[in-house]
Structures are given as C-alpha cells and as structure tokens.
C-alpha cells in the first residue's frame, strides 16, 4: 500500500558516519572506541566512566540503543528479564523495487526487505529464540522455517548476499521503559523500542533527540530546572511516542502463530481500512 509520508532508506553505518562529520563541523569533540562503563549522580553532578577515564558534567544523555551496559550498571528493570527474540541482517542485491518495503511472514517471525544506498537492499528478521533452537544453525533455520514463505524461498534463491555471516542480535526487547532515568535523559531505543514491523525506530529515535534538543536547549539558558527538564521531556516523550510503541507490541503479537499470522496478513491485504489505522497507530507525522 502507498505510505502518505514517503519515506527512503539507509543504513546506520552510512547515517552515523553523515552525523558524525557534521558534529564534527560543528565543533562536537568525539572520544572514539571508548565504551561507557559507568554513571553516576551526585549532588546535581554526573561522573561517567570509561575504562580510560572519568569525566563530570552536569547532564547525560543516554543514547546507547536498545540494550547497552549502561543498561546494566543502572539496574533498569527491562534488563532483569530475559527476552526471547533474536534479530538476523544481511545486506543484499536482489529483484525488488527500489521504492517497495515488503514484509514477509514466518512461523514465529517475520521479515522485511527494503532498498538502502548504493542499490543494495537490507534484509532483516525477527525470530522467537525457539525457531533457533529446534533447528539448531541460521542457516538450517532459513531453510526449514522461513523458505517454507515462497516470497522468502525466492530471495534467499535468488540475492547475492554481500556478507560473509549475518549479523545476529540477541535478547530483543520491546518492553516499556523510562525516558528518564537516575537524571539521566534517554533518547532512540534506550528510551524505548518500537518493534521492527512498524518500520520506524531511526525517525523515532531522530524524533525524541529534537525534543530533547530543545529542551536541553531551555535549560541551558536557564529558562528550565533540571526537575522541570525531566518532566518535561517524560510528559512529551509519552504523549508523542507511549501509543505507538503499544501499539507494535499489539501488533507483532500477531506474528505468534501460523493461524493467526496468516489471518493478520489476509485482512491487512483484503482491507484497506484496517491497512491504513494500522499505519495510522504506528507511523508518525512529520516533524
Ligand atoms: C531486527 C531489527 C530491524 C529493524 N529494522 C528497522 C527498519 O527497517 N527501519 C528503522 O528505521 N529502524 C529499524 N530498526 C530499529 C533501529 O535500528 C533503531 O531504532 C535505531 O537504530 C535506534 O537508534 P539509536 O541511536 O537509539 O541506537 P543504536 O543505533 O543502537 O545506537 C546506539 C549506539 O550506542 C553505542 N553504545 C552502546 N553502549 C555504549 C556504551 N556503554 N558506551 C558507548 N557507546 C555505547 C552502540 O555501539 C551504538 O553505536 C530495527 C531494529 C531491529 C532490532
């Protein structure tokens, strides 16, 4: 179905690199290679350590994606519980419109395929930890569950894959988390993740680094308190973002079964009502 807002793609090793020249432009000094290992607030004041060094400031912005040792050292609830999906990429040529993003279902999974820069295409999926299991390897698993998809047969027949091995994540999850935590102001998937099949999390994690943007802005000309910047941003964060985030959980839980993933995909496809309040819960507006 056409999507209202458009929409192109790239990956995040060729945006991070444009973000990154531009804050260098900028002035943005970059410790590089360097991990966070620690942060802690005291007395209005953080000290972030890495292994090389300790470093005060009077804000922190957590931008650590989905699931980082930060995460840990924080003790944040989302991290006591384990998680049992696994994400799988590859980055591949193959037959399909520069301009289409299609998805593709699996027993416990789904699939989505969509063009990035230099005519390469990504190919990415999502699997219950299960599926691994019961066939042991990645590869034994493309055959025996997901090629039982002809759409996904085809591509996995069919494309030159660009990678030697896939890249493979763990431990997934899509749980509610906090925007803010221990004073520390969460942006992208370390504030929450939306899951993969509503196709947004990079404009998402775009969008609340502008909110938080600007309040950070606010507070540094001291028109904001730091208890007036915490609240602000949670209260934005949940109104603009809380709905959708729910809104894909409801919706991949769909993706559970053959049965009911097969009838999800048939009533999306046959109506396009239905087709367009999903769009409407997940997507966002332009900002
Ligand atoms: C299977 C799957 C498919 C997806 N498909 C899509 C899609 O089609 N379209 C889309 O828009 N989004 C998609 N996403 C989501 C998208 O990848 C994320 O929402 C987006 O990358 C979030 O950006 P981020 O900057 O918050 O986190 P990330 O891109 O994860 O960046 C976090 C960075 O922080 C670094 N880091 C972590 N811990 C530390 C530390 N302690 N110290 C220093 N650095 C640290 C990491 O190395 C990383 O570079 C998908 C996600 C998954 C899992």
Known sequence: MPLDLGGFGISR???DDFLYKKALARGVSFILNTEVDHITYHDDQFVVQTGINTYTTDLVIG?????SRVDMTLKRDFIQSRSPYVGVKYHIRTDQPSDL???????????????IEDEKFTLCYLTHRNNLKSYGTIQAMETEVLSKNPFLKSVFQNS???????????????????????????AGDAAGMITPLCGNGMAMAI?????????????????????QLERRYSSEWKSQFAARLWAGRQIQKLFGDVWASNLAVNLIRRSRPIANMILRKTHGQPF
């Open 13 to 15: 090793f060729t945006f």
């Open 101 to 115: 993003i299609s998805l593709h279902n699996f027993k416990e999974g789904y699939c989505g395929l969509s063009q």
């Open 63 to 67: 931008s650590f994606g989905k699931r």
């Open 207 to 227: 969008h609340s680094a502008k909110i938080l943007s600007e309040l950070v802005v606010e507070y540094s000309s001291g028109k904001l308190s730091r208890d």
């Open 160 to 186: 030159e894959f660009l990678y030697d091995r896939p890249e493979v994540i763990n431990e997934i999850t899509f749980a509610t988390k906090s925007p803010v935590e221990n004073h520390i102001l969460m």
